[in-house]
Every structure is written in C-alpha cells, then in structure tokens.
C-alpha cells in the first residue's frame, strides 16, 4: 500500500526542524525511523501533508555520559542502544529489553525517540522509560523543558509534546553499584508487541528490598508505573507472600483493552505474571 502525496523536508540541526515545526503547523509531522508513521500513513490513520526527516541531524544521535547522566540521542536506534558498551556496562535493562523490540530490520531503523514521541502503550520505552526515573528533553521555538516519564504519556497517542517541540534526548540516571534490573515481555511470536510486559529495577540491603522500580507495558492506555507493587517490595525480602502482594497490587492498576493478543482478564493475569518474573530476575542480579 502507497502513502498519500506528501511535502518533504530534510533539516541538518534541531533549530531549523523546529522552524518547520512551527512554520507548517500540525500538517506536517517529525520522521524518526519511521516504522510506526509509515505504516499509518498508508493505513490512511496518519495523513500528513509534510514530513520533516531529522536523520540528517548530528546532535540527536550518540550516546554519552555527562552531568552523572547518561544522555542518548532521541534518533539513536534500537541497535545502536543493543551494541552500545556504555549502556551494557551502565544502563544494562535498555540494551537487554531493546533486543525484544521487533525483528533486525526495524531495530536497525527504529529510534528510542520515535518509540517514546509515539505515545503508544504497546510500546517498550515508555514503561522502561518509566522504570528507570528517565527524563526527556523536549525542544520547542521557546527554548528546552524536561519532563519526566512518568509525566509524559497523556494516553493513547498523546504525550507532553506541543505541535512545534521535537524530543532531543533521553535522560537517565546510570545504576548505582547493585543494582539488578530485567524486562519481562510476554508476546505471542518473535517481533510481537507484547501482551504484557514488566520492566523492573531493584536494589537489595541485608536480604530486603531497599529500591524498587516497576514499569509497565501495553496493559492501560498509556505505560504504567506500578507504584503500589513497588511500596509492596519495599522493607521486604522477597518471599513468595512478598511477591503475591506486588502481584495483586500490579492486577490492580491493569485496565487493558481486549484485542487478538488476549481478553483485559488475561491481559492483567500475565501483567502480575510478567511482574514477578521480572522481580526475580532482577533480583538475581542485585550483586
Ligand atoms: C513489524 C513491527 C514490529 C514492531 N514491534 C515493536 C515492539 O515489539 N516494541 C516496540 O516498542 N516497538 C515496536 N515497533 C515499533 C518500532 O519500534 C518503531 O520504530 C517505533 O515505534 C517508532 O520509532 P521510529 O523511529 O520508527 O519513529 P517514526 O515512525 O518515524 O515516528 C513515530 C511517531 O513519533 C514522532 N516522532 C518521532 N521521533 C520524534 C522526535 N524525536 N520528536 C518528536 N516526535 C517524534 C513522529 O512524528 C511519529 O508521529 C514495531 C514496528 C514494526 C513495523
């Protein structure tokens, strides 16, 4: 299937991207990777009259650390966050979970921002995102803001992001030395969204849980964070009451739309499930 016609722009710095942002209004959209965009467009769900390609930016790729933070780039791909060293060393969930996003193909074109800017809770990034305390850099004609990700997914779709801001960059804290994570994600072939996902960061004193993170992916309208499962975990070693208790609280907070990956009551069963799995596997790697 063919998109419908469109304008296309290719700016080489953020500054000029947003001058097309804001001279063209909401008929134009930002091209990442376009591996979620393309397919609506020819879908006729997204019907664009431009597309501004920000491949061809420098500043929104790259991996670094600075200011204790490690910053990527908002067009870093989801390969290129798989072979980083840096992440694998400081940050290792993302280079772990990115390796469950999709097939080959997509992963070498696919970016972390796109995956983000998208707003779509069947995606991965929002609830790692969620999960590792990350922040996002949005940059509009008024200059940057971060918002945090908790705070960014608005619903299906709609995230913090005005018509005329670009997401730069992700931040986040590096793991501090103890730290295990892992992300679970149920899902029903190779290069599935998930049915249920569950992106988990723990730190552990003593045989209890000091630090606890969990995100949630594709069981609401947006990603979750699953704050009462957490407050479960905390003060607690990680008995099988302990985890039945985040189990339940996860269940709590699921409301998941039926679809072909399952019924809202499946759905919400493999949330708790993928949870648990997640809490052990981090917890294994609390070292
Ligand atoms: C077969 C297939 C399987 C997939 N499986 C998964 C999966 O398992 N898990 C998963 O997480 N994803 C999956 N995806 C989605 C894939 O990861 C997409 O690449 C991702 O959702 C969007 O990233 P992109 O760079 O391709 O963005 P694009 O498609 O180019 O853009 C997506 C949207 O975000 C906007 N946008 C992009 N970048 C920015 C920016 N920097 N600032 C502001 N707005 C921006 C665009 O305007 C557009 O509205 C799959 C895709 C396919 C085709």
């Given at each position: 299937?063919?998109?419908?016609?469109?304008?296309?722009?290719?700016?080489v710095?953020?500054?000029?991207?947003?001058?097309l942002l804001?001279?063209?209004g909401?008929d134009?959209k930002?091209?990442a990777g376009?591996h979620?965009?393309?397919?609506?467009?020819?879908?006729?769900?997204?019907?664009?009259?431009t597309l501004?390609?920000?491949?061809?930016?420098?500043e929104?790729?790259?991996?670094?650390?600075?200011?204790?933070?490690?910053r990527?780039?908002?067009?870093?791909?989801?390969?290129?966050?798989?072979?980083?060293?840096?992440?694998?060393d400081?940050?290792?969930?993302?280079?772990?979970?990115?390796q469950l996003?999709?097939?080959?193909?997509?992963?070498?074109?696919?970016?972390?921002?796109?995956?983000i800017?998208?707003?779509?809770?069947?995606?991965?990034?929002?609830?790692?995102?969620m999960?590792?305390?990350a922040?996002?850099?949005l940059?509009?004609?008024?200059?940057?803001?971060?918002?945090k990700?908790?705070?960014?997914?608005?619903?299906?779709?709609?995230?913090?992001?005005?018509e005329?801001?670009?997401?730069?960059a992700?931040?986040?804290?590096p793991?501090?030395?103890?730290?295990g994570?892992?992300?679970?994600?149920?899902?029903?072939k190779?290069?599935?969204?998930?049915?249920?996902?569950?992106?988990v960061?723990?730190?552990?004193?003593?045989?209890k849980?000091?630090?606890?993170?969990?995100?949630?992916?594709?069981?609401?309208?947006t990603?979750?964070?699953?704050?009462?499962a957490?407050?479960a975990?905390?003060?607690?070693?990680?008995?099988?009451?302990?985890?039945?208790?985040?189990?339940?609280a996860?269940?709590?907070v699921?409301?998941?739309a039926?679809?072909?990956?399952?019924?809202?009551?499946?759905?919400?069963?493999?949330?708790?499930?993928?949870?648990k799995?997640?809490?052990?596997a981090?917890?294994a790697?609390?070292?």
């Amino acid at each position: 299937m063919i998109p419908p016609a469109f304008d296309y722009h290719a700016p080489v710095s953020v500054g000029e991207a947003i001058s097309l942002l804001s001279s063209l209004g909401d008929d134009a959209k930002i091209l990442a990777g376009g591996h979620s965009l393309l397919p609506m467009m020819k879908l006729r769900f997204a019907q664009p009259g431009t597309l501004i390609d920000i491949n061809r930016i420098p500043e929104l790729r790259g991996i670094t650390e600075e200011g204790g933070k490690i910053r990527i780039g908002a067009m870093t791909t989801e390969s290129e966050l798989i072979d980083s060293q840096l992440l694998q060393d400081r940050l290792p969930l993302l280079p772990e979970a990115a390796q469950l996003i999709a097939d080959p193909q997509v992963r070498n074109r696919g970016t972390i921002g796109g995956d983000i800017a998208h707003g779509d809770p069947g995606n991965d990034h929002p609830a790692i995102a969620m999960a590792l305390d990350a922040e996002f850099v949005l940059q509009g004609p008024k200059g940057e803001r971060t918002v945090k990700a908790v705070d960014f997914f608005h619903g299906t779709y709609m995230t913090a992001l005005a018509e005329d801001e670009i997401l730069t960059a992700i931040l986040i804290a590096p793991f501090a030395a103890g730290t295990g994570s892992a992300y679970q994600k149920l899902k029903r072939k190779t290069g599935d969204w998930a049915t249920a996902g569950a992106a988990v960061v723990l730190r552990m004193s003593g045989g209890k849980v000091t630090h606890a993170s969990i995100g949630l992916t594709n069981v609401a309208p947006t990603a979750l964070r699953a704050r009462e499962a957490e407050a479960a975990l905390i003060g607690k070693v990680l008995d099988d009451a302990t985890l039945d208790a985040a189990v339940k609280a996860v269940r709590t907070v699921c409301d998941p739309a039926e679809d072909l990956r399952g019924d809202a009551e499946y759905k919400t069963a493999m949330a708790g499930e993928m949870t648990k799995r997640a809490i052990r596997a981090a917890a294994a790697r609390c070292k």
